[in-house]
């Protein structure tokens, strides 16, 4: 990977593809060198971001390909993170909604629904079993003499 | 001093907070074209000129994050 070391300005530079690194997760790494480094961010977040990271204190050579690494690396971990955030979206949002609805007090759910019995039948749906098939038949009991 | 934010990765709510968070140390005005915010500091504290943009722009980036 290309890297610009400019030890006068305790600064180096280099470029990241857009699509393989997103402007959140460099945005996060990023936040992660702020008490190390200076940093700058400039280019086009659909293409290229240019990244200049520069010293707080006086680096070598040597340490700046370290920083130019960690950094990377960092970048990788945001990039799992993210990942991994939006494969289990679905799983996280149903534990949350299903946390918060059994959370919910019973009687405040529906006014309605407490007043409601099951011998209402505004739809006049039911019939009692007697007017749909008449009145059960007794059988006569025969006692039969052996 | 002039600091040059590109659009399309620091956000103007972000740069007037910052601006605003930043007021009692300096003077800031801040201009635009069609690819930069363009933030110009003056009277900045004489201890404080050395990095005062650099850390100005550390602000910035770690208002995007959140």
């Given at each position: ?23 959140e997760a ?12 200076y ?17 707080k204190?006086?680096?070598s ?9 960690e950094?990377h ?64 038949k007794t059988?006569k ?6 | ?18 601006i ?9 005005e ?33 208002l995007?994050?959140?």
């Amino acid at each position: 990977m290309k890297n610009k070391i400019n030890l006068k300005e305790n600064q180096i530079v280099f470029f990241l593809n857009s699509k393989v690194y997103p402007l959140e997760a460099i945005y996060s790494a990023s936040y992660v060198f702020l008490d190390r480094t200076y940093i700058y961010l400039d280019g086009d977040p659909a293409k290229k971001i240019t990244i200049f990271l520069k010293g707080k204190e006086k680096l070598s050579n040597k340490q700046l390909k370290s920083l130019f690494g960690e950094f990377h690396n960092e970048l990788l971990n945001y990039l799992l993170r993210t990942e991994i955030a939006k494969r289990n979206k679905q799983v996280r949002d149903f534990i949350v909604g299903t946390a918060l609805v059994s959370s919910l007090p019973l009687a405040g759910l529906s006014s309605e629904d407490s007043k409601e019995s099951y011998l209402d039948d505004p739809l006049g749906i039911v019939v009692p079993w007697e007017e749909k098939y008449g009145r059960k038949k007794t059988k006569k009991k025969v006692n039969k003499k052996k | 001093m002039l600091l040059r934010l590109n659009k399309k990765i620091y956000s103007e709510p972000v740069i007037k907070k910052a601006i605003k968070d930043f007021t009692s140390l300096a003077d800031f005005e801040v201009n635009q074209n069609k690819k930069y915010f363009l933030v110009k500091t003056i009277k900045i504290r004489s201890e404080l000129r050395k990095d005062f943009q650099d850390e100005f722009s550390n602000y910035v980036l770690s208002l995007m994050k959140k």
